[in-house]
Structures are given as structure tokens and as C-alpha cells.
Nanobody, 125 residues
Framework: VQLQASGGGLVQTGDSLRLSCAVS????????TAWFRQAPGKEREFVAA????????YYADSAKGRFTISRDSAEKMVFLQMNNLRPEDTAVYYC???????????????????WGQGTQVTVSS
């Protein structure tokens, strides 16, 4: 499985961005795709995840109400719509994927085997 993230950029507080993740290679209906982010000097943290089969979504508290994860199964794309961006959202955003991840571990970086290269999001105040 290969992942290619895109859509990052420099925006101002309150602006929106839409990140895209193209998934190629072998995938299964039980695939889970997630977005993580890593700010300078900080650990990589979970942002949102989606199950391809049912479309179930999961969010970090910091993303709830502002970010929306979605997928286009036919095009094998996953999106992260980010609204009302804040300076603390500044980070490199990574998409990740793996198969049959349970609810208990879906927010854990270690649960994902496949990672994209990351896309920089910078929010100025």
C-alpha cells in the first residue's frame, strides 16, 4: 500500500484547507485510513480516521467540530477538510493506513503500518 498526501499550505487563522491522500496498491474493505500530525518538537498525534467499508469516522478532541474526514472508495482517496484553522494546527500532516484496526487502537500511531510522506500545514496568526 502506498500513500501520497497533498493539499497543505500557508493559511491564516480561521481559513480552511482540504488535504488529500491517494491510496494505491492492494487494499481491502477492512482498510482504515487515518490522518496524524506532528508539530516541531512534539510527538506525532492522531487527528482523524475512517473505515473504508462502513465509513465510520473517529476524531481527536482537537479536531471535533472543525475537521471532517471522508473517503471516495472508487477513486481510493481520503480527504481531511479542515475549517476554522488555528495556529496550533500548524504541523506536518501524514496519512496512514492499515487493515482491520480495532477500536481500542485506532488512535494509536503504532497501529498503522503504511505511511505517506506528509504535507506541511502552516497557520499564521
Amino acid at each position: 500500500v502506498q500513500l501520497q498526501a497533498s493539499g497543505g499550505g500557508l493559511v491564516q487563522t480561521g481559513d480552511s484547507l482540504r488535504l488529500s491522500c491517494a491510496v494505491s496498491g492492494r487494499s481491502f474493505s477492512s482498510t482504515v485510513t487515518a490522518w496524524f500530525r506532528q508539530a516541531p518538537g512534539k510527538e506525532r498525534e492522531f487527528v482523524a480516521a475512517i473505515r473504508w467499508s462502513a465509513g465510520s469516522t473517529y476524531y481527536a478532541d482537537s479536531a471535533k467540530g472543525r475537521f471532517t474526514i471522508s473517503r471516495d472508495s472508487a477513486e481510493k482517496m481520503v480527504f481531511l477538510q479542515m475549517n476554522n484553522l488555528r495556529p496550533e494546527d500548524t504541523a506536518v500532516y501524514y496519512c496512514s493506513a492499515d487493515i482491520a484496526i480495532g477500536l481500542a487502537t485506532i488512535r494509536f500511531r503504532s497501529a498503522y503500518k503504511y505511511w505517506g510522506q506528509g504535507t506541511q500545514v502552516t497557520v499564521s496568526s
